[in-house]
Nanobody, 123 residues
Framework: EVQLVESGGGLVQAGGSLRLSCATS????????IGWFRQAPGEEREGISC????????YYADSVKGRFTISTDNVKNTVYLIMSSLKPEDTAVYYC????????????????WGQGTQVTVSS
């Protein structure tokens, strides 16, 4: 059974940093794309980053490019989202998700989801 568990969210001031963790079980990174999404109240779920286990490539949305970094620890089976230069508009619930074989463009193309972790950035 595939499981994803996010942690690391919290309250941070604008300009600060946070590291989110997505602990996975029941999957092999080589066979999946692991994505990070976020959803603010009243907004659609937004894909912000993805790591492709098949070819090791990382992808970022324009809204976070240069500020967020996705990384993996294959020993711990964990994917991280390192967020810096945070802005109030980054406030959202952050989710990790897994898609079989590769990163996908739309959130509904992902097969497994974590429960989410809240990130709040104060101005």
């Amino acid at each position: 059974e595939v499981q994803l568990v996010e942690s690391g969210g919290g309250l941070v001031q604008a300009g600060g940093s946070l590291r989110l963790s997505c602990a996975t079980s029941g999957l092999v990174f080589d066979d999946y794309g692991i994505g990070w999404f976020r959803q603010a109240p009243g907004e659609e779920r937004e894909g912000i980053s993805c790591f492709s286990g098949r070819d090791g490539r990382s992808y970022y949305a324009d809204s976070v490019k240069g500020r967020f970094t996705i990384s993996t620890d294959n020993v711990k089976n964990t994917v991280y989202l390192i967020m810096s230069s945070l802005k109030p508009e980054d406030t959202a619930v952050y989710y990790c998700a897994a898609a079989v074989r590769e990163c996908r463009h739309y959130y509904y193309e992902y097969d497994y989801w974590g429960q989410g972790t809240q990130v709040t950035v104060s101005s």
